[in-house]
């Protein structure tokens, strides 16, 4: 007991950094679920390089690193980088996979070039944004992340229906009017939203784990959107405040801890739901007589 109690004792970035994660799951769960099951999931990890140009250019066009001057820079980036991944994944000559890795690595390439000929007074911590600090989490990316996680679950209640409709078959939700290509937009932006606001927290690389991790280990427990929302988020949290201890007794990178973490517990669920599977399969089995 005192091994679990005692890390809280120790100061307010305890607090703050169980706080910060447990925004950061609000903000990249849901999106997180209707990316897998649009079988898009890879997309997070295209949006974490796709977002830095637009980044770079809002510092350019402002002249700060706020957070809420990047965001509305990385959210068109997104848009700009779907728009050209979908225009080429339509010709029957590219491959949709082959099409997202040339427009985020021509996308970063962009962004470096900038970062590194326009923006070289930019005080940018790269370890900061590459792996993030959420045991020194500022009161800005605090605010940052609660923002985003009401906007974007607002959004999500709005728009509920009309996502599981689309994220189960697009052409289906078009023939009944919903807007489909509106939607994926949209779904993208948040993607690109929640991966600027989880910067400081758990870094550009880490935070891709948030979108795809709880998503797929949700799926092998829960048989519908609502269930699965629940199940991921819940999975996120417990993996977030399990990888934090971790994290704080090894005296090691939390965001890396965690991420150690939710794999390790993919695995296992993995591995148990192949079992039960496998019971259940010899069970059933008849033998001849």
Not at 182 to 197: C, F, I, N, P, R
Not at 211 to 218: E, N, S, Y
Request: one cysteine or more.
């Amino acid at each position: 007991m005192n091994w679990i109690v005692e890390p809280w004792t120790w100061g307010a970035f305890m607090w703050r950094a169980a706080l910060a994660l447990l925004l950061v799951s609000v903000v990249c769960v849901p999106a997180g679920v209707f990316l897998y099951l649009k079988r898009l999931s890879l997309m997070s990890d295209a949006m974490s390089h796709i977002v830095l140009p637009g980044i770079v250019i809002a510092y350019l066009a402002v002249g700060s690193l706020s957070g809420w001057v990047l965001l509305p820079g990385a959210a068109i980036a997104g848009v700009l980088a779907s728009l050209l991944i979908s225009n080429l994944s339509s010709r029957r000559w590219v491959r949709p996979d082959a099409a997202m890795a040339i427009v985020f690595t021509t996308f970063f390439a962009l962004g470096v070039i900038l970062l590194s000929t326009q923006a070289k007074n930019a005080h940018i911590d790269t370890d900061c944004v590459l792996f993030g600090n959420v045991l020194g989490l500022t009161d800005e990316s605090l605010w940052l992340l609660g923002v985003s996680g009401i906007v974007l679950s607002t959004l999500l209640i709005v728009f509920f229906r009309w996502l599981k409709i689309s994220a189960m078959d697009a052409g289906f939700a078009a023939s009944l009017g919903i807007p489909v290509t509106a939607l994926h937009y949209g779904l993208m932006s948040s993607v690109s939203v929640g991966t600027v606001a989880s910067f400081e927290a758990v870094g550009a690389i880490l935070v891709i784990s948030f979108f795809i991790v709880p998503a797929a280990f949700g799926r092998l427990l829960a048989r519908s959107l609502k269930t699965h929302i629940f199940v991921a988020f819940v999975f996120s949290i417990l993996t977030s405040l399990i990888g934090l201890y971790v994290s704080v007794y090894l005296n090691t990178s939390t965001a890396g801890a965690i991420v150690s973490v939710q794999g390790a517990v993919y695995f296992a669920g993995v591995l148990i739901d192949w079992l039960r599977t496998h019971f259940r399969a010899q069970e059933t089995r008849v033998e001849p007589t």
